[in-house]
């Protein structure tokens, strides 16, 4: 729902959010088709990386429905076991 009446900001930003889907889909399938290159395990594998390079809390709420759109299973990124 598009409470400002902005439709045309809200129609870019809506563009920006599918693309965006797109992008980490297509980094997942690159990160995963490695990972089994590797004979690594991708969700490990995954977690250690983001421990190691990402500085901050990470934490939800999460976007689920485009998390999936882009191919991630919840459990993939779950960080509580970190």
Known sequence: MN???DF????ILEKIYEDEIGHVMIGKRWFNFLCEEK?????ETWQK???L?????IKPPFNHNA???AGFLEREYEFSKI
């Open 67 to 69: 998390r999936k759109k």
């Open 53 to 57: 390079y990402f500085t901050g809390e």
């Open 3 to 5: 409470k400002t009446k």
């Open 8 to 11: 045309e900001t809200a129609a």
């Open 49 to 51: 990386l983001v421990k």
């Open 39 to 43: 004979q690594f395990n991708s969700k």
